[in-house]
């Protein structure tokens, strides 16, 4: 919960919070956009103004519970080369978005720039969210990007069986939750580490 830290790093996570979610949903929704779907330009999608992405209620929810969500509308039956696959690419884009950031952002880190303290430190609170929301959003969970990615690429019988688990979806994420704070089983953790490890970040906590 971001109020039990201090003003500062409050701050830096809401800002990192901001521009990760910009750069996720305008990606999906210039993806979108490219395969033939107009949704997201007549829903105004097409900026990186973070005020046309970031989800009021997902905001809410990164303050008090540390996780948060953007929105992009998008209509699959417009996108090429069909829906399925179409939606899927879209899907990936998002998490990729946040990849590349984390790589330009961490750029002047792996240079060895002198810079002020806070910067270092922005720097890094921007980064290792950029990388847990590229893997989280990897996860072939539904709601998540991952899921819809891994429907685009399995075969159309695989993919209507697996549909029958979106409702399970936030349950899922839920006792994912649950184990890494009262159990100490770090799912998340597990795999973000190693992706963390590439940019010379700390794991989880």
């Known amino acids: 919960m971001l109020f039990y830290r201090d003003p500062l790093t409050i701050l830096f996570l809401t800002a990192a919070f901001f521009i990760a979610v910009a750069f996720h949903e305008a990606n999906h929704a210039f993806v979108a956009t490219a395969l033939g779907d107009d949704t997201p330009r007549r829903a105004g999608r097409l900026t990186l103004n973070p005020m046309r992405h970031v989800d009021r209620f997902g905001l809410l929810m990164f303050v008090l519970a540390g996780f948060g969500w953007g929105y992009t509308p998008v209509t699959p039956s417009n996108l090429r080369p069909n829906p399925r696959l179409g939606y899927a690419i879209v899907a990936a884009a998002g998490p990729l978005a946040n990849l590349v950031i984390a790589f330009v952002l961490s750029a002047p880190l ?15 609170v921007a980064i290792s969210l950029n990388l ?5 959003n990897l996860l072939p969970i539904p709601p998540l990007d991952g899921f819809s990615v891994l429907l685009g690429l399995v075969g159309r019988p695989l993919a209507e069986r697996l549909r029958q688990l979106e409702q399970m979806g936030p349950g899922i994420l839920i006792a994912m939750i649950v184990l890494s704070s009262f159990v100490g089983i770090d799912v998340l953790g597990f795999i973000y580490r190693p992706v963390a490890a590439l940019f010379g970040l700390p794991g989880l906590r």
């Open 110 to 124: 792996r240079m060895g720039l002198p810079m002020n303290p806070l910067l270092h430190q922005f720097l890094l």
């Open 132 to 136: 847990l929301l590229f893997v989280l």
